[in-house]
């Protein structure tokens, strides 16, 4: 844009002119736009266009790129609810609009630079209103520094600082004896070695002394374990094909990894009829999500090993762990994902332990277009994080496996927990809870709220 | 390299007043991949579109950028230009510089860099575009139609007409609907019967109409041209090709006294009936919910007096299957329902009036039935409770409509018009009668209807109060209306033998399952949408589906009539093509990066995404994935949004398209 | 004779590099502000001021100093496609002197081996010029965890490869510095104090196997069911290789638009299930365990044959940041 961008005819110093884009549907906002132009009504020149058939064609990363090339402000617009030429796909639209607004608050984008509205073919008025209005704000605003920015360290009220001398003690290797068997672990190797002998399956996924085992003969039920370090969630494997070519398969599962194949059956990516489900009772494992979980008991199981007396908490924590973010400025919020991302190295590992990432070709892998550069950049790791997150609207059923897989130690659960949070406030959703429940994303309501939206 | 030709159009002086034409066709010259670009005073016009023919062809041209107007204005036209130079149409863009640019900013030089830039991003759209062809969807050329009231039959009858098989099918045992319980027809007092029933004897022995009558649409699948639609056959208990009208069981038939639906509850009707004389078909029905033989085995009278054998009590719904290529809704309307039991959370009854709790408070279609000349009370105007003529009659208008408090906001459009009728006709029956009207506005906009209210005030003594009744209540056998005239400015109280109340008109019963059944969609009040309430009132979102009727929105016989004949039209338009061609600009999936989670088959406004497998030539299973059928996709892209993967993608607005647009703006 | 320095005139002298403009990189926490999920975690960073450098408490950062000679993502040239054609143009790399600080022995050790690597078929001027303004300071280890392995590869937690000056620990707030080379004997000149206390340590992680052994036997059992029953819960991500400090793969990508660009190297893994993807679809390495068994045959056969040495100095960092527990050590354990 900068190229382009014409100098005021006098000798007066150049102003800043916001670059602002705006993703419209052909058949309401761009006749609206179409009709302001019929109409002869002025607006500034600062807009630039993208048409598309209907807002349930823009994509959440459209705003991301519209950013990242520079804009100072996006612009998305469309039929008003009841009137979209397709019958819904301002409906589709709007939700995920609605969920997408809470993942960049989070985030902490300047979400005074995102405008969202409905404009009719009949209101070349309104078109003329809010390109004006943006223009101006956008104007005084500035332009969209703060993008990706740096300022210094971010401290989160009452967090620990840097310190000199960690009092860290580095996570055990796994390869030593692990603790002795409990009544718990006791049964599951008997479950397993009478399901193997049997023939009821022909593989257990389960928990081993090192990590994740496949057993498929009977007498190696003995490298099952089950302790306090059986924190991975091991549903992921069911997307591997190497594991299904091995045969019916058992899987051990806590409360929490269970949500995983909920969704699974959701997605069409596994019948639960096709596998065999052994749940552990889990009183906790130490981790954050131990504290807020309500499933220490495991619902659609086969069989259930083990007792608890756990209660489930109160739905108020469940969010207690985002507060210290959200209490900061979005531009202090942005300074810490900044710094938080820098350090991302593109290793993907929080993809790979992601049950719901079952894509073949990931979105990143794809390269035309580019639409997530895979480079380790500011750029290509918001843009990465932000499209996982997302992606995982309505899926992520708080594992938190990517958080530990991270790395570089990043804090993903904190993307996770907002677009979680958001589900359930905005559409009383939780994944992996109900079977019968519409997915999130690819569902609507007429009731979904729009107060953001003018 | 590309070769994209970019022709620049002054519009005379509506582009080329603001924009500098030349600064701007100097600039696009430069961009990667322009081979020309030139302008031009009139790119629409002929010599126009002959530079960009000419250059197509001179120049290799792969693509076209028509920076003008808006692509709803030419979009067709510079397609088709480049499609007689032989360049793929839809490798063809424009860029809106007038309504967008010339004619919203004056700034000279801010307009021409703004233009510049939105010619940037057609040309980069246009580089990636593919060469599409339309797509082609055999067509079975036969129509469905539902409803059989005055709009389903005109809509049948003119296609049957010109050649082609319609099934229609009729929610009740006859056709005929609600102008066939109506007594005489504004603006001309024509029976309604009279005028109605021939074209029901047309549609019963049409040899191109099959009809299904006592049935309703159970299922329904597929897309413009190539629909399969279930069909239920409720049990009638009668054979109707057996059976000849003869009238033997109905006279025999000792449970006389049920309400006749067709008079509304006005006059009964036996347990095996026809509805009104004139059926069609002319056949009678046994009411399975008052039958004594159905309930516990008694009676059976009819079936021995049946010479025809055509009475069977084992008879059971059936499902049948029809293939059609188009469809026409034309459901009709039903009253708004006075009473307190209502169907919506925000609709409240008008108890105030009594309805259901005075004998002599009836609404405007049971006053048709007690007018009719065929109707319970013979054509004599006899009040429900004693049979008494009314001396003084009142008529309340909006009832129900225009009310935001606790009806219906918006106006049912022919209840002034019938009220007038009826004020006239009262006055002709009982000479000596007087009828009072409460109306709030008068609504008489068609042709020769101003002059007929005008006809019931000045010439048959119609009594008008600019106002509304507040209550109404019974004393000494006399009904009390206490309203008020706003034009006098004092409230008025009428001791009137009857009253009758124009309810406001409301889409049928189960409308709105049905349309569900067909993609399309319903307002609030349940009234179907069309595609764009001024250029399509007759089509609906979904392709080879339309409406006509009270079904859309309340209104009178012409305009049924004539809404009809128009889906009708539309109808023949879709059977006219040898092959349906229907714009490629569709969704596809990527079969091979496909992850099968189906979240786009759930988000599909149209249902067009199907569940599919990839299997190897010989058969073997390799893989499930998403897959877009053609005929159905309307290309939103709502598809592409929701897929992770981003396996699907839209013809016309792919990914690399919009992604390269939104990159060329740095 | 041996000279020391205290631990705060150690942190005056890295405050002083930072005055200077080096870029002075070292072992710092970075505390996650939600609690454990991994607790505060240690990673080689750059330190905007000293008081930021670890020196104690941790056992191994999680990562590695190869990303401040080879980074992550690195720019090798901008294009700009116009109407006249193609025009390149150099990328300006950021070039400042570097102070790696107390780093371990095996990440030093594995310095040069990406010394051969990126300068065998092709000088890469990229790396080289880093390499000449980086001097590396390393800490010897006091201790070790079940995830070391350094004595297995020919290494201990005082070696001295690729080091150019070691600090030992002597326990009180006082290390003994040893300069290797004139570089470390450069960075320390005048800074230290005479003394007569030599550090002494613990003698390092018992030999878990043998590197000779390893060789003959990823050589001979190529088809061996000992790479599956290893390796099946791999997961295919990158955390191994890019947390290793002598891998060294990258990719080559391209990212601009159809007007400009710029090409830049990527750090990527064998692991990736598309590393080894043919164009026409096959892939040679087409599981999880066949990806495995590559990386341990690169590590332990072919790169020795290649260039005399193991690519792999026992850091442990592979199996600390596996998500599940899988790594050179833990494989070639069950040896």
């Known amino acids: 844009m900068s190229e382009n961008h014409a100098a005021p005819a006098s000798g007066r110093p150049v102003e800043f002119e916001p670059k602002i884009v705006a993703f419209v549907c052909n058949w309401c906002t761009y006749l609206g736009a179409d009709l302001a132009g019929t109409t002869r009504l002025e607006y500034p020149p600062n807009v630039r266009i993208i048409r598309l058939p209907c807002t349930g064609r823009i994509d959440f990363n459209l705003i991301v790129k519209a950013f990242e090339i520079g804009a100072d402000s996006v612009l ?192 069409s990516q596994l019948e639960r009829k096709e596998i065999h489900v052994i749940g552990m009772a889990c009183q906790g494992l130490g981790e954050p999500k131990c504290e807020i979980c309500e499933v220490h008991l495991p619902r659609i199981a086969d069989e259930v090993i083990g007792q608890l007396d756990k209660q489930a908490p109160d739905t108020a924590e469940r969010w207690k762990a985002l507060e210290s973010l959200m209490a900061l400025p979005a531009a202090q919020r942005m300074s810490y994902w900044a710094t938080e991302f820098e350090r991302c190295v593109k290793c993907y590992a929080c993809r790979q332990v992601c049950p719901m990432c079952y894509c073949e070709r990931c979105l990143v892998d794809k390269n035309r277009p580019t639409v997530i550069e895979p480079s380790a950049t500011d750029k290509g790791n918001f843009a990465w994080h932000i499209l996982r997150a997302f992606h995982l609207a309505g899926r992520c059923i708080g594992c938190d496996e990517c958080t530990r897989a991270c790395s570089a130690g990043i804090d993903l659960r904190l993307l996770n927990l907002s677009l979680a949070k958001a589900a359930e406030e905005h559409f009383a959703y939780r994944a992996g809870m109900d079977p019968k429940a519409e997915p999130l994303i690819g569902a609507y309501s007429l009731q979904d709220k729009e107060n953001f939206i003018r | 390299m590309s070769r994209i030709g970019v022709f620049i159009c002054w519009c005379g002086e509506n582009i080329a007043r603001t924009v500098d034409v030349d600064e701007v066709t100097r600039q696009v010259a430069e961009f990667p991949g322009v081979r020309c670009a030139v302008n031009y005073k009139y790119m629409c016009s002929d010599p126009g579109q002959a530079i960009v023919r000419d250059k197509i062809v001179s120049e290799r041209l792969d693509s076209v950028v028509v920076a003008s107007c808006s692509p709803h204005m030419h979009l067709r036209t510079f397609r088709s230009a480049a499609s007689l130079a032989g360049l793929n149409p839809y490798r063809v863009e424009m860029a809106n510089i007038r309504e967008h640019c010339s004619w919203v900013h004056p700034n000279r030089a801010q307009a021409t860099a703004k233009a510049v830039q939105l010619i940037r991003l057609s040309v980069e759209k246009a580089r990636r575009d593919h060469e599409l062809e339309p797509i082609r969807v055999p067509v079975t050329r036969r129509a469905l139609v539902i409803g059989g009231g005055v709009a389903g039959i005109q809509a049948a009858l003119d296609i049957a007409n010109s050649g082609y098989e319609v099934v229609m099918v009729e929610r009740e045992p006859s056709i005929g609907g609600k102008m066939a319980g109506l007594s005489e027809t504004f603006p001309t007092l024509d029976c309604s019967q009279c005028i109605l029933t021939p074209r029901m004897v047309e549609v019963g022995q049409h040899p191109k109409i099959k009809l299904y009558s006592y049935s309703e649409v159970e299922t329904v699948s597929g897309y413009v041209g190539n629909f399969n639609v279930t069909i239920r056959q409720k049990a009638r208990y009668v054979d109707i090709k057996r059976c000849t009208g003869c009238g033997e069981c109905w006279n025999v038939c000792p449970l006389k006294r049920n309400p006749s639906e067709f008079d509304y509850a006005m006059g009964m009707r036996p347990a095996i009936y026809v509805p009104f004389p004139q059926a069609v078909p002319a056949r009678p029905v046994i009411d399975a919910k008052v039958c004594a033989k159905i309930i516990r085995n008694g009676c059976g009278l009819c079936l021995k007096k049946c010479k025809a054998e055509a009475i069977n009590f084992k008879d059971q719904d059936k499902l049948v299957e029809e293939k059609v290529g188009a469809v026409v809704i034309a459901t009709g309307y039903k009253l708004y329902n006075i009473g307190k039991i209502q169907d919506r959370p925000k609709l409240e009854g008008y108890g105030e009036y009594g309805y259901g709790k005075y004998k002599n408070v009836i609404d405007s279609l049971q006053f048709e039935r007690l007018l ?195 889906a009708a039209s539309k109808v023949l338009i879709t059977f006219s093509a040898s092959e349906l061609t229907r714009e490629p600009e569709i969704a596809k999936v990527n079969e091979d990066t496909c992850a099968a989670c189906f979240t786009c088959t759930h988000a599909c406004p149209y249902h067009a995404i199907e569940q599919a497998e990839v299997r190897t030539p010989r058969g073997v299973f390799i893989k499930r994935t998403a ?28 990914e690399q398209q919009i992604y390269s647009m939104v990159e060329s703006l740095v | 004779m041996s000279a020391t320095i205290s631990q705060s005139a150690l942190r005056e002298l890295a405050a002083g590099w930072i005055a200077q403009g080096k870029r002075v990189v070292g072992p710092r926490l970075i505390a996650s502000p939600s609690g454990p999920v991994r607790d505060g975690r240690v990673f080689y960073a750059a330190l905007q001021s000293s008081d930021q450098l670890a020196l104690g408490g941790f056992i191994h950062p999680a990562n590695s100093m190869k990303e401040f000679l080879f980074p992550k993502h690195e720019e090798l040239y901008g294009y700009r496609i116009t109407g006249k054609g193609i025009e390149l143009n150099e990328v300006e790399p950021l070039r400042a002197e570097q102070v790696l600080i107390a780093g371990r022995p095996c990440d030093a050790a594995a310095l040069p081996i990406l010394d051969h690597v990126f300068n065998w078929d092709y000088k890469d001027d990229l790396y080289n010029t880093q390499r000449q303004l980086t001097t590396v300071v390393t800490l010897a280890c006091a201790a070790h965890d079940e995830a070391c392995f350094c004595t297995s590869v020919g290494l201990a937690p005082d070696a001295e490869r690729g080091s150019d000056a070691m600090l030992f620990d002597l326990g009180d707030g006082e290390y003994e510095v040893r300069c290797l080379t004139e570089k470390g004997k450069a960075l320390f000149d005048g800074k230290l104090q005479a003394s007569e206390r030599v550090a002494s340590l613990p003698s390092g992680p ?122 050179v050590l833990s494989v070639l354990s069950a040896l």
């Not at chain 1, 809010?130 to 969209?144: D, H």
């Not at chain 2, 709105?512 to 307002?523: T, W």
């Not at chain 3, 088809?223 to 990158?238: E, H, I, K, R, V």
Request: charged share 25%; with cysteine; hydrophobic share 35%.
């Open chain 1, 76 to 267: 998305v617009s469309g039929c008003h609810p009841g009137d979209c030429h397709y019958t819904s796909g301002n409906y589709h639209a709007r939700r995920r609009w609605i969920l997408f607004r809470e993942l960049l608050q989070a985030l902490g984008f300047d979400m005074e630079r995102i405008h969202f509205t409905w404009i009719s073919a009949a209101e070349g008025h309104k078109w003329q209103e809010v390109v004006k209005e943006i223009t101006e704000k956008t104007r005084q605003k500035g332009p969209y520094k703060e993008l990706y920015q740096r300022n210094g360290e971010v401290a989160f009220p009452g967090s620990p600082r840097p310190s000199t001398t960690p009092a860290v003690t580095p996570e055990p290797l796994r390869t030593g004896a692990s603790e002795p068997s409990s009544a718990a672990e006791q049964e599951l190797r008997d479950t397993c070695r009478r399901l193997l002998a049997e023939e009821k399956v022909k593989v257990v996924i389960g928990y081993g002394k090192r990590g994740p085992v496949f057993i498929t003969k009977p007498e190696d039920v003995e490298k099952l374990v089950w302790n306090d370090e059986c924190l991975a969630n091991l549903a992921v494997y069911l997307k591997r094909k190497e594991i299904r070519a091995l045969g019916r398969p058992a899987i051990v599962v806590k409360g929490c990894d269970e949500r995983a194949l909920v969704v699974l059956e959701k997605e």
């Open chain 2, 372 to 566: 009719s000349a065929s109707g319970p009370t013979v054509g004599e105007l006899k009040r429900p409770s004693d049979g008494a003529q009314p001396k003084s009659v009142v008529f309340l208008c909006c009832v129900g409509s225009r009310d935001n408090a606790k009806g219906l906001p918006y106006c049912s459009k022919i209840c002034c018009m019938y009220t007038a009728k009826h004020a006239m006709l009262y006055k002709h029956k009982v000479h000596d009668g007087q009828a009072h009207v409460f109306y709030m506005d008068i609504r008489a906009g068609g042709k020769g209807y101003e002059e007929f209210v005008r006809r019931a005030i000045e010439q048959d003594g119609a009594q008008y109060y600019r106002g509304r009744v507040s209550k109404i209540t019974e004393e000494n056998g006399k009904l009390i209306v206490r309203g008020t005239d706003t034009l006098a400015g004092e409230p008025v109280t009428i001791e009137a033998d009857m009253v009758v109340l124009a309810n406001a008109m409301r889409p049928a019963d189960g409308v709105e399952q049905l349309a569900q059944k067909f993609n399309v969609g319903y307002d609030e009040y349940g009234f179907l949408l069309e595609s764009h309430p001024k250029l399509r009132p007759v089509e609906t979102a979904s392709a080879g589906v339309y409406i006509c009727g009270a079904c859309q929105a309340p209104k009178d016989i012409p305009e049924s009539v004539a809404q009809a004949s128009a």
């Open chain 2, 627 to 654: 897959r877009v059928n053609p005929g159905l996709c309307m290309g939103c892209g709502t598809c592409v949004a929701v897929c992770p993967s981003k396996s699907a993608d839209l013809e016309g607005f792919t």
């Open chain 3, 206 to 327: 018992e030999k878990r196997f043998d590197a000779v052994e390893v060789r003959a036997f990823v050589k001979d059992n190529f088809d061996s069911p000992f790479w599956p029953a290893q390796t099946m819960a791999c997961l295919g991500c990158g955390a191994c290789a890019y947390t290793c400090p002598t891998c060294h793969c990258f990719d080559i990508v391209d990212e601009g638009n159809i007007e400009r660009g710029v090409r830049a190297r990527n750090w990527d893994s064998c692991q990736f299930s598309m590393f080894t993807l043919h164009a026409s679809g096959h892939n040679p390495r087409p599981n999880q365990p066949a990806r495995q068994r590559q990386r341990i045959d690169h590590k332990f056969r072919i790169y020795p044959e290649k260039f005399g040495e193991i690519l792999c100095t026992g850091c442990g960092n592979c199996t600390r940041n596996c998500p599940e527990g899988i790594g």
